[in-house]
């Protein structure tokens, strides 16, 4: 819908208001850009000219040094390795035969090379010089072959016989048109050829050429200099400046760097590498303002595409606003007529304020109304997880989050707080309880403390993720001491055992109420630990531990009627032994927890006992009878459990691969398959040998003897170890069995392999 002109005009105030604020908004990112732009784009494409500098610097090193490199072989070739060479030098009457042979020889050694312009041979006991274009006498040779303007007869004779080391001459002008660079080689008595020297001569412009390419483009200049410090080559002689480098360029030791150097008013980047084969160092001068010249047309160019981004927004602004000012126009409309307040001369923005202030006071009186429940929905929630309703930390935590409750640690326990209130002792409640004990709780420990169903009673549930029962216990002792003192009155702690399932919790509850009845005995003001109780239970004759754990294993083999009559010998046994009341409820929660434990996949919905339920149960009958509808339920889930897993093709693939993962236990047995499957022995072995042709305990030795023949082979293992990893007790049994199986004993086996 198009926005009508005297629309815009009405609220003009603001629409501009809007429209400078979006401007703002899109200038905002360009300053940045452009700060990044010069702060960092120009500074890296200015290194990048830099680095391609070097880098071409470097690369005609690399070229002239090569070339350089190839005199001082063909030197050794000349001298060294050229034997005919030698024979016509040394020959009793020179003649021109052999002084044509000389020259043709010296021409093939720099025929190929295109660098060297004359290779040039001399003797002390020849006045005649050798080049690869003639014969000559050496005072013609060096006044009119060879002009050289500061190099007459005698220096020419001395510096190229007398020098100790071959040595190069810069560039020099030679013929009075032509300059080049001199490679000297002085005679060597270890050469095939004493007394001689050799030169090389070398047209500046061929190593000028290599030095072009990293200059020509910025109109610089590039020259080499020697370790003495003088010029070899210049690329142009009209701008050398090198006086006013050479010191800096003597005292440097660095093989690549630059530096920026203002000479005659201009700045000047100066660009310098060294050889490490001659100890040349080679320099490139260039002009900064022709260096950065791309950086400024790049600078140019990027204002121009500021300007025309900025344009472009706003127009796009302008249009946007116009299209968006619509809605803002009938939502004011909307909230007027809503809140019945279209008499009132307010623009978009305070009739939009009007209307969340007037939900936020709404919201507020919500939230006041939700802040007075939020703690009985916490309480709620944590009895949900102690009675066994929730399945997992991370589904507690997901409820939790919005009533800021969660817990981060992977160790659960349940404590339970009870207060002793005498006649003059004054009056606690819960937060004074959770108050002393978050001065005393210990680092690494979360906590949540509310109200127990039991009169001055109070369930802390604790969550730590190592266990220790010395710290803990130090922690409690100081929370029951720190409480005396404040509020002259003695609490009694009981203490659950540790879990790492919070589907536990419901037992360790247990544990925790079983551990505070025994207070009966211990006296106030104790910290009692139901493993405590326990431990004290296993000094009582013949505690049913075994028949407890027995029943267990009825219930995966689904025996109901074995089941009730166990139950009822554990009840008439609490009976007859006159069991104290602790150990009796210590005993009915070991049952129903083995009851659950028989298997973890069964889910009974609605026939778990209320934790809190089973406290207030007062005879041993209720008891009984809510653990025999327990079994019950569980045998006849795991028989359907049990017939699904039978009418499935890879049943009999879980069996062998259940026996595989526990053959080598020397405590393995046919019964603990029968129990984990919840089958019945005889059962058992006709199915295996029905599908697998063969009885469990062939089977079983059959894989423990391919182990046993492994080990021998490829361990020094004693036939006693090599009897336990595979699942014998008896050494004797294992050697026995093996000969039945393999006809031959263990150690024969080792020898047979060996051998």
Same mark, same amino acid.
């Given at each position: ?28 990112? !360009? ?193 080499? !200099? ?68 791309? !950086? ?395 599908? !697998? ?63």
């Amino acid at each position: 819908m198009r926005l009508k002109a005297r629309d815009v005009t009405k609220n003009s105030n603001m629409f501009i208001k809007y429209i400078i604020s979006y401007v703002c908004v899109m200038l905002l990112p !360009v300053v940045i850009l452009s700060l990044v732009v010069f702060g960092i784009f120009v500074e890296r494409l200015k290194n990048e000219i830099v680095n391609n500098t070097i880098s071409a610097l470097n690369k005609s090193k690399l070229m002239i040094d090569t070339q350089i490199s190839q005199i001082y072989g063909t030197y050794y070739q000349i001298m060294d390795i050229n034997k005919t060479l030698k024979t016509y030098i040394y020959v009793d009457t020179p003649s021109p035969i052999n002084d044509l042979y000389i020259k043709n020889e010296l021409r093939k050694h720099i025929a190929s090379n295109f660098f060297i312009s004359e290779v040039v041979l001399c003797s002390k006991n020849n006045n005649y010089i050798y080049t690869s274009e003639g014969v000559y006498p050496k005072s013609l040779f060096i006044n009119s072959i060879y002009c050289y303007d500061n190099w007459n007869i005698e220096d020419f004779e001395r510096d190229i016989f007398d020098a100790p080391r071959p040595f190069v001459r810069p560039a020099e002008t030679v013929n009075k048109d032509e300059r080049y660079v001199t490679f000297v080689f002085p005679p060597y008595m270890s050469t095939d050829i004493p007394n001689s020297a050799l030169l090389f001569l070398v047209r500046e412009e061929k190593i000028a050429n290599l030095l072009l390419s990293n200059v020509d483009k910025f109109d610089g200049n590039s020259f080499i !200099v020697d370790n003495k410090n003088q010029i070899i080559t210049v690329t142009n002689n009209e701008v050398v400046y090198f006086n006013e480098l050479k010191e800096v360029i003597a005292s440097e030791t660095r093989r690549d760097y630059m530096f920026e150097k203002k000479i005659g008013g201009e700045s000047f980047y100066v660009f310098v590498t060294k050889s490490d084969y001659l100890g040349w160092k080679y320099v490139s001068l260039l002009p900064a303002k022709s260096v950065m010249s791309g !950086v400024v047309e790049s600078k140019i160019a990027f204002f121009v595409g500021l300007i025309m981004i900025f344009i472009l927004g706003t127009a796009i602004i302008l249009f946007f606003m116009k299209i968006n000012y619509e809605p803002i126009k009938q939502l004011k409309a909307y909230i007027e007529k809503l809140l019945n307040r279209s008499g009132e001369n307010l623009n978009e923005i305070e009739t939009v304020r009007e209307a969340i202030d007037y939900l936020a006071n709404q919201n507020a009186k919500l939230s006041n109304d939700i802040k007075k429940s939020i703690v009985a929905l916490r309480d709620s929630l944590v009895f949900s997880l102690i009675r066994g309703q929730i399945n997992s930390i991370e589904e507690f935590n997901s409820y939790g989050k919005e009533i800021d409750i969660n817990f981060s640690k992977k160790i659960f326990q349940i404590i339970i707080i009870r207060v002793s209130l005498g006649r003059y002792d004054r009056k606690v409640n819960r937060q004074n309880i959770i108050d002393v004990f978050d001065e005393c709780v210990f680092s690494g420990y979360e906590y949540f403390i509310r109200e127990n169903v039991q009169k001055n009673e109070y369930i802390g549930l604790l969550a730590f993720d190592e266990i220790n029962k010395d710290r803990l216990n130090e922690m409690l002792r100081n929370f029951m001491e720190k409480f005396r003192r404040e509020y002259n009155t003695f609490v009694t702690i009981g203490v659950g055992d540790e879990c790492r399932d919070v589907q536990a919790l419901p037992r360790s509850y247990m544990n925790a109420s079983t551990a505070l009845k025994h207070m009966f005995i211990r006296g106030n003001n104790q910290i009692i630990h139901y493993n405590e109780i326990i431990n004290y239970s296993l000094r009582i004759d013949d505690y049913p531990h075994e028949e407890i754990k027995e029943l267990n294993r009825l219930i995966r083999q689904g025996n109901i009627k074995k089941i009730k009559q166990l139950i009822n010998w554990i009840i008439d046994y609490i009976k007859k032994k006159d069991t104290p009341i602790f150990i009796a409820r210590a005993i009915c929660f070991e049952i129903i927890y083995e009851v659950f434990k028989a298997d973890e996949d069964v889910v009974l919905e609605n026939k778990y006992p209320d934790i809190f339920v089973l406290e207030k149960i007062d005879t041993l009958e209720q008891l009984s009878d809510i653990i025999s509808e327990l079994c019950l339920d569980i045998c006849t889930a795991l028989k359907r459990k049990r017939e699904n897993l039978y009418e499935e093709e890879n049943f009999i693939d879980n069996i062998i691969n259940f026996i595989k993962q526990n053959y080598d236990n020397c405590n393995f047995s046919t019964q603990m398959i029968a129990d984990n499957f919840g089958m019945g022995l005889s059962y058992l072995s006709q199915y295996f040998k029905a599908n !697998v042709g063969k009885t469990i305990s062939d089977y079983i030795t059959e894989l423990r003897i391919q182990k046993a023949k492994k080990l021998l082979d490829s361990t020094n293992f004693s036939i006693s170890n090599i009897s336990e990893e595979v699942g014998y007790y008896n050494v004797s049994s294992f050697i026995r069995r093996f000969k039945q199986v393999t006809g031959i004993t263990p150690g024969e086996y080792r020898e047979k392999a060996v051998k």
